[in-house]
């Protein structure tokens, strides 16, 4: 099994801020709080496309921002809320927080969502904030601000692709080059002893998993030389690529090879056969590699497409890759046994329980309060208004900061800071 990972970053858009304004109507001396709420922010919704098979595209966008929402307008008008972000992601991904290890999402079915990253609510406008004592509050709060975390995407897979032939005829290093996997290669015969994975990515974008198998000869299908084995992986791929050596330096016969190979998959597993075949003919770059495909395409009898290519000088690839995926596309799976199980799993969710805050002194002696909560509500104080500021003095004492910095030593005009601004405790 082979894992496709890759680590992301998202943030869902923050909340629209609230606005403090007043009416203003002829002959109504003072107008009340007209303030709208601001608009919610996207959120980072990942949903299961079943056409993608990789993360290919998330190594080309590793950060999802979601959009902010609106800010609230006078008259009591709401904020528009933004429109949540979706990200495509292949069926069967699993998304873990990276910092807690904990599952967030396992996408399975087609079609499936979960919110990755939540965006904030719209902040309230003064409107809200009207009671009898205090009709005219000048008191908005900002949007809140949206969820940001890193998460890890896993994508358990298997090949769509299957490269098989004799020993020594490319295989390796075709995979070597159309993908970041680093098989082993070398001139003599079974240098791969078991598959190699690798995502490869067609000109267009599209993406799927090529597995190198180790080279067949002659009665693999009973188990002689590393057949057996691997011909079972086989079995699960849509396509078979088969590589050929054309330059026929090791005194075989093209043509021989690739009947002898195919009489192999045929006597492993009939049904093989049924399998779309795309024939490589490899090492174009040789002297005599010409001729032989010549002489090769004039003996072949199956309607399978065939590809020259030259793995070591990268000529041919672009073509090849195109086809392959479009053979992919248009084969369906082939469940060669009933798929008796199928995994359920139970995400659990736990969200621990945070501390409101903490206090802690820095090395110049300044107070610093830190926490998600308390710089939440920090973020979402306009200080732009007096009052605002007012209550978030008041929101602090009720957490009980004024207490745990008195009992700190904190003095009248000690500086406390918070995130990256500093203010004066006032007892
Ligand atoms: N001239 C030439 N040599 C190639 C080409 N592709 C592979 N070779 C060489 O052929 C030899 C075998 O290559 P591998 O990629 O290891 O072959 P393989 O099919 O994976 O072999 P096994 O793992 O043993 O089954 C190496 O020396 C490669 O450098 C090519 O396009 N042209
Ligand atoms: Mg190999």
Redesign the pocket.
């Known amino acids: 099994m082979f894992v496709d990972k890759v680590k992301v970053y998202v943030k869902g858009g923050d909340g629209g801020n609230g606005m403090v304004a007043f009416r203003r109507e002829k002959y109504v001396p003072d107008g009340g709080p007209a303030g709208g709420d601001g608009g919610r922010g996207a959120s980072v919704v990942f949903e299961v496309e079943e056409g993608l098979r990789t993360l290919m595209d998330f190594r080309y966008q590793r950060h999802f921002k979601a959009s902010r929402g609106d800010h609230g307008r006078p008259k009591g008008m709401h904020g528009k809320n933004a429109e949540d972000m979706v990200v495509k992601v292949p069926p069967g991904t699993t998304v873990v927080d990276a910092e807690t290890g904990q599952v967030v999402a396992d996408l399975t079915e087609h079609g499936q969502r979960a919110v990755i990253a939540k965006g904030g609510r719209g902040g309230r406008g003064n409107i809200r904030f009207a009671t009898p004592a205090n009709p005219a509050p000048e008191i908005a709060e900002n949007g809140e601000p949206g969820q940001e975390r890193d998460v890890i995407l896993e994508l358990k897979v298997l090949a769509d692709v299957g490269l098989v032939?004799f020993?020594?005829?490319?295989?390796?290093?075709l995979l070597s080059v159309v993908s970041a996997a680093k098989p082993k290669?070398?001139?003599y015969?079974?240098?791969?002893i078991t598959p190699n994975l690798g995502v490869v990515e067609a000109e267009d974008g599209r993406s799927f998993v090529m597995a190198?198998l180790?080279?067949l000869i002659e009665g693999a299908h009973e188990g002689v030389g590393l057949g057996h084995q691997f011909l079972r992986h086989i079995e699960r791929t849509r396509v078979i690529v088969h590589?050929i050596d054309m330059?026929a330096l090791e005194g075989r016969d093209p043509y021989e090879d690739y009947l002898l190979i195919n009489e192999e998959l045929k006597q492993y597993n009939l049904r093989l056969l049924e399998r779309p075949q795309i024939i490589v003919a490899?090492?174009m770059?040789?002297p005599e590699s010409q001729e032989n495909l010549e002489r090769f395409k004039e003996k072949l009898e199956d309607d399978y497409p065939i590809f020259p290519i030259?793995?070591?000088?990268r000529q041919g690839l672009r073509e090849l890759l195109l086809t392959v995926v479009d053979k992919i596309e248009e084969t369906p799976e082939f469940p060669l046994y009933e798929e008796t199980e199928k995994s359920t799993r139970v995400v659990y969710r736990h969200e621990k329980e945070e501390a409101q805050f903490a206090l802690t002194r820095d090395d110049d002696g300044v107070f610093v309060i830190s926490g998600a909560p308390i710089e939440r509500l920090f973020k979402m104080t306009d200080f732009s208004h007096d009052e605002s500021v007012r209550r978030f003095a008041r929101q602090m004492r009720q957490m009980g900061i004024d207490d745990a910095l008195r009992e700190r030593g904190a003095k009248d005009g000690d500086l406390v800071r918070i995130l990256k601004f500093e203010f004066e405790f006032i007892d």
């Not at 015969?189 to 791969?192: E, S, W």
């Open positions: 032939g020993p020594s005829v490319g295989k390796s290093t290669i070398a001139d015969h079974f240098t791969t190198d180790p080279g590589v330059s490899n090492k770059d040789m030259s793995a070591v000088t």
